[in-house]
């Protein structure tokens, strides 16, 4: 057994030589020497440790050298042997702790970070007021199997005007509204445009699309804005008739705006729907009445004071939401459809509108100022 006891007591040695080093400083102070010291620490430490248990080490040579011993003598010197490696794989791994716990050290003292001030707090971000109502909007559509489509900004007139059945004379041409880049380019009035680039290119197939993007009009006060966002929906196919167009938005208003909501349609005229609708929802701040009710403390403040006339519908009762009707049949005829054997709806509104709406947002320039104190709140 002299073998064994005379490889712990080398290994006792060697140990506390290192540990020592290791708790007096193994450097001269300052970050490179105590860099080199470290270095040169963990590289005796790994030497030491393959020199006792690694594969070629010490102690499986004492393994190795058992087929020397008598047979009955094996036993008892195996289990001496096992019980040294597990005294030695003990030290090897209080020691590695000790010597990252002074490395750790040494690299704070040379430097001059301090470990004990308080962290940078980054801002978290979050996504604007309209993009969080635009994909509100989308999700629901597309829960109802409606597909996301898009279309140039700037576009041909064709696209933005002739195609949805709005003849030259027609005034909403006028200068005063279209900003145009040249004779037969604008700045898109409407999302409209999306309905004759998906009609002509999914021709004679059931659609039905929800199409975001923003849009372009020469107006600017309170509540309009010379680029502004809007939404268009249109659903083509045979038999469409004019009461899907209502079960469907009265699905997304009450969707919107509460399961209390109820919703009316006003005659109107659009030149690329025929009959064409202005809807309005019941004014959720008031709930139709008009008069803000007491006990709504909790409600926006742009609906008013309880008691006082209701400020966002004015006192009407209603909300005014966006335009719809059942396809015109020309529009089916420019982009090529059967209008006799098609039909369809289509609706649209601002979600610059839909997004004040819902928070109460008196001003729409709020929504493009980009004030961090405005914005914090969504
Ligand atoms: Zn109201």
Same mark, same amino acid.
């Given at each position: ?7 712990? +007591? ?7 030589? !290192? ?32 020199? /006792? ?13 058992? %087929? ?11 289990? &001496?042997?096992?019980?040294? =490696? ?16 002074? *490395? ?15 962290? /940078? ?12 109502? =635009? ?7 597309? %829960?109802? %199997?409606?597909? !996301? ?18 003849? $030259? ?16 380019? +604008?700045? #898109? ?8 680039? /998906? ?6 197939? $059931? ?9 372009? #009009? ?12 809007? +939404? ?27 399961? *209390?909501?109820?919703?009316?349609? @006003? ?24 008069? +803000? ?10 609906? %008013? ?36 054997? /098609? ?23 709020? &929504?493009?100022?980009?004030?961090? @104190?405005?914005? =914090?709140?969504?």
């Amino acid at each position: 057994m002299q073998p064994i006891e005379e490889i712990r +007591v080398r290994l006792d040695g060697d140990m506390q030589q !290192l540990e020592s080093l290791v708790a007096g400083g193994s450097a001269p102070a300052g970050a490179s020497g105590a860099q080199e010291g470290d270095k040169a620490l963990s590289k005796r430490f790994e030497e030491l440790k393959v020199k /006792y248990t690694g594969k070629k080490g010490e102690i499986s040579g004492l393994l190795r050298s058992m %087929g020397t011993l008598a047979p009955e003598a094996r036993p008892e010197f195996g289990k &001496l042997v096992n019980e040294l =490696r597990d005294y030695a794989e003990a030290k090897f791994a209080a020691l590695q702790a000790k010597i990252q716990e002074a *490395e750790i050290a040494s690299s704070l003292s040379g430097s001059t970070l301090d470990a004990t001030l308080p962290g /940078y707090r980054i801002p978290a971000g979050s996504l604007h007021p309209m993009t969080q109502v =635009r994909e509100e909007i989308i999700s629901f559509f597309q %829960g109802l %199997g409606f597909e !996301l489509a898009l279309a140039p900004e700037v576009d041909n007139d064709w696209y933005n005007f002739e195609a949805l059945n709005i003849p $030259p004379d027609h005034p909403s041409r006028d200068m005063h509204d279209t900003f145009y880049v040249d004779d037969k380019v +604008v700045l #898109r009035t409407h999302t409209s445009n999306v309905q004759v680039h /998906y009609m002509e290119t999914h021709r004679d197939q $059931p659609i039905r699309i929800i199409a975001p993007g923003f849009v372009y #009009r020469v107006d600017n006060d309170a509540t309009h804005s010379p680029m502004f966002q809007q +939404v268009e929906c249109l659903v083509v196919d045979k038999d469409i008739s004019f009461a899907h167009l209502k079960g469907t938005l009265f699905l997304w208003a009450r969707h919107m705006f509460g399961a *209390e909501t109820t919703m009316r349609f @006003r005659p109107s005229y659009f030149p690329f729907t025929e009959p064409s609708a202005e809807m309005d929802v019941s004014c959720y701040f008031c709930k139709g009445t008009g008069t +803000v009710p007491t006990g709504s403390g909790t409600l926006a403040p742009a609906g %008013g004071a309880p008691g006082q006339p209701c400020r966002t519908c004015k006192t009407t009762g209603w909300i005014e939401i966006g335009g719809c009707g059942s396809v015109d049949p020309n529009v089916f005829g420019k982009v090529g459809w059967d209008p006799e054997k /098609y039909t369809g709806f289509a609706f649209g509104f601002g979600i610059d509108r839909i997004t004040m709406l819902k928070y109460g947002i008196p001003d729409i320039s709020h &929504l493009t100022r980009n004030d961090n @104190r405005f914005l =914090r709140q969504f």
